[in-house]
């Protein structure tokens, strides 16, 4: 990714234009450009076409070394180190998960059965993936910690992946985690019918009131990490009547422990 951005400056000062010029130029701003060159910002395949389209007699450049890059992606895909950066960064997280309990609340065991079912992976690869989700964690035991806000459908709760020790302990571990000073559990119950999160699971980061808010959202086949203001408010939205259906914070607990001991036991 270094070399993609050194050799976008390099196209660029040779075309004679500023980073402002280029990204009129792209359809994005002139600052997305520059971090891109510095590496601070992954490029996407979109941004990589519209490079190409740029700088023709380059014969395709940027759409390969984008494709070179992403065969390197490691424990973490190139696609999600954006929010990795904005997780680290955020003083608060609202997370709606309608399938799954939230990454940063699983045990490794179900994070270890999530990744046997998502991917074929060998025994090494697969402790690096479960590695790497468990050192996100390590968020939540900093002294100045994100408050993390998780809304779980109860679907999530009844799922069973692994086996039955697997979910007695991850419901366990969730209910333990709900009573951190930082961390509100809410449960949406099954009773509750269509609403608005059931589309799709995504998470709001919050940097205080002088930065905006960054949304991130899964899809089928990555997730995306979007800074638009109006997408970002729709979701903030989202999530509120998203927990307006949910079960008050400690009735939401009791359901998680009725539920590990009554079906996973």
Not at 8 to 34: H, P, T, V
Not at 134 to 159: G, M, Y
Not at 237 to 242: I, L, M, Q
């Given at each position: 990714?270094?070399?993609?951005?050194?050799e976008?400056?390099?196209?660029?000062?040779?075309?004679?234009?500023?980073q402002?010029?280029?990204?009129?130029?792209?359809?994005?701003?002139?600052?997305?450009?520059?971090?891109?060159?510095?590496?601070?910002?992954?490029?996407?395949?979109?941004?990589a076409?519209?490079?190409?389209?740029?700088?023709?007699?380059?014969?395709?450049?940027?759409?390969?070394?984008?494709?070179?890059?992403?065969?390197?992606?490691?424990?973490?895909?190139?696609?999600?180190?954006?929010?990795?950066?904005?997780?680290?960064?955020?003083?608060?997280?609202?997370?709606?998960?309608?399938?799954?309990?939230?990454g940063?609340?699983?045990?490794?065991?179900?994070?270890?059965?999530?990744?046997?079912?998502?991917?074929?992976?060998?025994?090494?690869?697969?402790?690096?993936?479960?590695?790497?989700?468990?050192?996100?964690?390590?968020?939540?035991?900093?002294?100045?910690?994100?408050?993390?806000?998780?809304?779980?459908?109860?679907a999530?709760?009844?799922?069973?992946?692994?086996?039955?020790?697997?979910?007695?302990?991850?419901?366990?571990?969730?209910?333990?985690?709900?009573?951190?000073?930082?961390?509100?559990?809410?449960?949406?119950?099954?009773?509750?019918?269509?609403?608005?999160?059931?589309?799709?699971?995504?998470?709001?980061?919050?940097?205080?009131?002088?930065?905006?808010?960054?949304?991130?959202?899964?899809?089928?086949?990555?997730?995306?990490?979007?800074?638009?203001?109006?997408?970002?408010?729709?979701?903030?939205?989202?999530?509120?009547?998203?927990?307006?259906?949910?079960?008050?914070?400690?009735?939401?607990?009791?359901?998680?422990?009725?539920?590990?001991?009554?079906?996973?036991?």
């Amino acid at each position: 990714m270094a070399f993609f951005g050194a050799e976008l400056r390099r196209a660029r000062l040779a075309a004679g234009m500023s980073q402002d010029q280029l990204g009129r130029a792209l359809s994005y701003s002139g600052d997305l450009i520059g971090k891109v060159e510095i590496s601070e910002r992954v490029p996407t395949p979109e941004f990589a076409g519209r490079c190409d389209d740029a700088f023709p007699h380059l014969d395709g450049l940027f759409a390969r070394l984008l494709g070179l890059a992403r065969r390197w992606d490691g424990p973490h895909p190139q696609w999600f180190r954006d929010w990795l950066r904005v997780e680290q960064e955020a003083t608060a997280l609202r997370w709606w998960e309608p399938m799954l309990v939230p990454g940063l609340l699983q045990t490794a065991d179900y994070a270890r059965a999530l990744f046997r079912g998502w991917r074929s992976v060998g025994d090494d690869e697969l402790e690096d993936l479960v590695n790497a989700r468990i050192e996100r964690q390590s968020i939540l035991d900093r002294p100045t910690s994100p408050e993390l806000w998780v809304v779980i459908d109860e679907a999530a709760l009844h799922r069973l992946i692994g086996s039955p020790k697997i979910m007695y302990d991850q419901l366990v571990h969730l209910a333990d985690c709900s009573c951190h000073t930082s961390i509100t559990i809410q449960v949406v119950p099954a009773d509750a019918g269509a609403h608005a999160g059931l589309l799709g699971a995504f998470i709001v980061a919050g940097f205080g009131e002088d930065a905006p808010s960054i949304l991130y959202v899964e899809t089928a086949v990555e997730g995306q990490t979007i800074e638009k203001s109006s997408l970002v408010n729709r979701a903030g939205s989202a999530f509120d009547r998203v927990r307006a259906e949910a079960l008050p914070h400690k009735s939401s607990r009791d359901l998680i422990e009725k539920v590990a001991e009554e079906r996973w036991t």
